[in-house]
């Protein structure tokens, strides 16, 4: 960082600086540079994304990146970048090629993160996984919590896109830059815009999910509570015949009587299957 400020007297930005919130401190100009920072994603393989920021300065006819993890758009762009005509001549072009890769790998994520939203759905709402997906709600739980954060996340990367596209056009527009050059920030302003709608879409979709799922589990407590409510109600009169043959007093008829115990046996069992056909009948078992 001292060679690269000595040799082109920039002041690079340091780790510090590149977390700071405020549009001042990541969007700037002093003198003759042009220091962007922007929040991109690593790890993008899963749904655990490493995010940090990223620092562009574009000072002496060249384009220097700080950063201090490794977003994969910076392994594949030198090589797609070499394959297909990008017209990387200077370092406004590459920077703008830069960041509509970045921005094709940011709409990769969603689209897949979408696509396991949709399975996920499929699982919790159709008929003959609904006793598997009830056995495990915990784990689907966890799995949409997981979906959320790397929407929440994507939507942090997109916001601060956007806020950089938008000062980086101004800038610009201050210099008179060529038309194609303006064109291509249009359509990634564009872009950008369009998969922040698609990223609001899918985490509507995954809040949608989790009520859904937590709503299957109070059906689900409610349904248990409901068996026991009913266990009680059909052994609550044989309890109560049996209590009353097993009180001890002096004079009862049936004690004595050759078919009594026979008799108490058969009315605690009719009074089970009463309550029980009941319920049955009104379809709340």
Known sequence: ??????????DVPTREEMHRFEVSGRLYREEDSI???????????????????????IVAGKLITVRYHEPRVFKTFPQRASESNLGCTSPETVFAALLQATVDGLADILERAEQEVDAISRAIFRTEQSKS??????????????????????????????????????????????????????????????LGDHSSFVSQKVTFLLDATLGMINIEQSNIIKIFSIAAGVFLPPTLIASIYGMNFSFMPELRWTYGYPFAGLLMLASALLPFWYFKRRGWL
Not at 43 to 54: E, G, H, I
Not at 161 to 186: C, I, P, S
């Open 35 to 57: 220091v962007m920072t922007a929040t991109l994603p690593a790890r993008t393989d899963s749904d655990d994304l490493l995010m940090a920021p990223v620092a562009f300065v």
């Open 133 to 194: 997906v009830s056995r495990d709600l915990m784990k689907t739980l966890q799995l949409i919590g997981r979906k959320g954060d790397l929407c929440s996340n994507i939507q942090v990367c997109l916001l601060s896109l956007q806020r950089l596209a938008g000062f980086w056009a101004q800038v610009l527009a201050d210099k008179g830059t060529g038309k194609e050059l303006k064109g291509r920030v249009r359509t990634l302003e564009h872009d950008l815009e369009s």
């Open 1 to 10: 960082e001292a060679t690269l400020e000595a040799q082109l007297g920039v």
